[in-house]
């Protein structure tokens, strides 16, 4: 089916995982997609998120080359594992500009063009954003906050058409889980309270095709929202 004709797309963090299988995704759905990454990719845009004007860049870029914006997918993200009393300053402000900050400044360089064809926005967030997850504080503050950010900007633009949506995944098979250390001696009974009671990890592809759905016209009614892949962990 492609219910992407016609659409033009910009996917931030599509070097790899989650990002990387949206936009092979959204290309098989008949979009044509622009892939940003802080890291190189043949054809794509090198945007890092937490810089406005890297931002701006890429949309411009995006313009430049497809003359319009319908979607933009926010994938761009970063972990870190570690005690409260172990968090450092830099970690702190590292994992919420990138994940929070860059989300809103991609979002906020895209809007204009978004006006223009009445388009959506799928933001990345996460289980740990709904559901308290150990040794993961600043990761979970800067998820909830983008689902803070995505009803708030829904609510805003919805007089506009501009649709704002967000995913939770659970944990998803991809680098980001295993570059993920947990703290020596960290209490795995804490840590059940986000797995899946349907077991197993979820697979990128089944994130790309939930970013699939609520970023076409089939979700025309659908906005603020945020769409759980956890297997029943939020539950
Ligand atoms: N893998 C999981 O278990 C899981 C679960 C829930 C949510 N998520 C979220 O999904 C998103 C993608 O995760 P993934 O598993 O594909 O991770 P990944 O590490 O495979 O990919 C993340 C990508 O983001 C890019 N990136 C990092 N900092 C950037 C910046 N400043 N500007 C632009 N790009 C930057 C990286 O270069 C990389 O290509 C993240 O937001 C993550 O928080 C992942």
């Known amino acids: 089916m492609e219910r992407l ?5 910009l996917v931030s963090g599509a070097a790899s995982g989650i990002g990387a299988a949206v936009v092979d ?14 890291a190189e990719i043949e054809d794509g845009v090198i945007c890092d998120v937490t810089d406005p004007e890297s931002c701006a860049a890429a949309i411009a870029e995006t313009l430049e080359r497809h003359a319009q914006l319908d979607i933009l997918v926010n994938v761009a993200g970063i972990g870190a594992g570690n005690r409260i009393e172990d968090v450092t300053p830099q970690e702190w402000r590292k994992l919420i ?8 400044f991609l979002s906020q360089a895209a809007l204009p063009a978004l006006l223009e064809t009445t388009g959506a926005i799928v933001n990345m967030a996460s289980l740990s954003g709904i559901r308290g997850t150990p040794y993961n504080a600043a990761y979970s503050a800067s998820k909830g906050g983008v689902i803070a950010l995505t009803k708030s900007m829904a609510v805003e633009l919805a007089s506009t058409g501009v649709r704002v ?8 098979n991809t680098p980001f889980l295993s570059d993920y250390h947990l703290p020596e001696d960290a209490d795995m009974t804490l840590l059940q309270r986000s797995m899946s009671p349907m077991g ?3 697979e990128a592809v089944e994130v790309a095709a ?8 089939e979700a025309a009614s659908v906005s603020g929202t945020t769409l759980e892949i956890d297997g029943a962990a939020s539950a």
Do not use: H, M, Q, W
């Not at 995704?25 to 802080?38: F, H, N, Q, Y």
């Not at 949506?165 to 998803?172: D, E, K, L, M």
């Open 5 to 9: 004709e016609n659409k033009v797309a």
């Open 25 to 38: 995704r959204l290309v098989e759905e008949g979009a044509t997609v622009v892939a940003a990454d802080i």
């Open 97 to 104: 500009e990138v994940n929070l900050t860059g989300t809103f």
């Open 165 to 172: 949506n967000a995913v939770c995944p659970g944990a998803v």
């Open 200 to 202: 197993g990890l979820v």
């Open 210 to 217: 939930a970013v699939a759905y609520l970023a076409s016209d």
